[in-house]
């Protein structure tokens, strides 16, 4: 018996690998199935790059003939063709494994550890169960996080899901962050129409590849955007419909803002250390290169633990945990 916490792609890898394997397997979820990548990730940033390609190409495209023109947007129906498509993907590649699979049982409410061998799961009605397996497998991602700038939290700052689903372009738009979500939503909302104004506290894609984020900086630029980096925000504050950002040097003024500046793992309601559970000071699942924790019989994928942070690492992570917990050898590199 393989218990899971989480549905996302590296759960649900782990959980049909588990299920070909033998293994009886109970998906724990409290939240919508599916993880970040085809809910509030992949599925509709690509969707939104996509529509701000087209747009901008046919405003900006080098074809002598064809006539370069600005293409009206209709974003509200943009948006509802994106999730439409979220919601088919969700389906085909989620829930209807869900029920086509009689070894996989999924299991709703927030789980979090009573002992290395048991779960606690609330339910939505209030009433708690519990759960013992003889593998367990934390697979609940990350969220983004809003950094502890004065003034920030009091305000109504969109993060990366908020921004993928939002019906209005703004006319001015704050992006605070520097790393890849900051920078490729930025792009996208200024070729769709918004006066962009991306703020990081080092350089883009720092943690990522600098250099790259040095000639990034020249093609924003270049487009249009308005570039900060190097820069110290001080506080932030919303008053009359309008967000004011204030940064070392001067005050930046937007009618949205959207805060991109870092996700952290979904661990902090998990009760890891009544498991006994090793976590980095991120708060990060330590494993190994089998996917074990520290503690034998359990063990984590994806955007909780310390490894990359991609779907297919997720994916890849869960399949080898999946086997490996039922009897196998398989490493992760």
């Known amino acids: 018996h393989v218990a899971i916490v989480g549905s996302g792609s590296g759960a649900f ?57 600005t293409l009206p947007l209709d974003n509200r129906a943009r948006v509802a063709q994106q999730q439409e498509r979220v919601t088919e993907l969700r389906r085909a590649k989620y829930e209807n494994i869900l029920e086509t699979n009689p070894s996989i049982n999924l299991v709703r409410g927030h789980a979090r550890f009573v002992d290395a061998h048991t779960l606690a799961i609330a339910r939505a009605d209030g009433t708690e169960i519990t759960l013992g397996a003889d593998r367990f497998l934390v697979a609940t991602g990350a969220s983004a996080v809003i950094p502890n700038v004065p003034g920030l939290k009091e305000t109504p700052c969109w993060t990366s899901a908020e921004a993928l689903v939002a019906e209005q372009i703004p006319k001015q738009l704050i992006v605070f962050g520097g790393s890849v979500v900051a920078v490729e939503l930025a792009q996208a909302y200024a070729r769709l129409g918004s006066r962009v104004t991306l703020i990081a506290r080092s350089t883009l894609l720092s943690k990522e590849d600098p250099a790259l984020g040095e000639g990034l900086k020249a093609a924003f630029e270049a487009e249009g955007l308005r570039v900060l980096t190097n820069a110290d925000v001080k506080a932030v504050r919303y008053t009359n419909g309008a967000f004011t950002v204030t940064t070392g040097s001067e005050n930046v003024t937007g009618e949205r803002l959207l805060v991109a500046s870092g996700r952290a793992p979904n661990t902090r309601a998990l009760d890891l250390e009544r498991a006994g559970v090793t976590t980095d000071a991120r708060g990060a699942i330590v494993v190994d290169d089998h996917l074990r924790t520290n503690i034998a019989h359990i063990y984590a994928a994806g955007d909780c633990t310390d490894q990359p942070q991609f779907v297919y690492v997720a994916a890849a992570a869960g399949t080898r945990a999946a086997v490996n917990m039922t009897g196998g050898n398989a490493v992760l590199d």
């Open 13 to 69: 890898a782990a959980a049909i690998r588990a299920a070909e394997n033998g293994a009886r397997v109970t998906i724990i979820e409290a939240g919508t199935i599916g993880g970040t990548c085809v809910n509030v990730g992949c599925v509709p940033s690509k969707i939104l790059i996509r529509a701000a390609h087209i747009a901008h190409h046919a405003a900006h495209h080098p074809i002598a003939g064809l006539t370069r023109t």
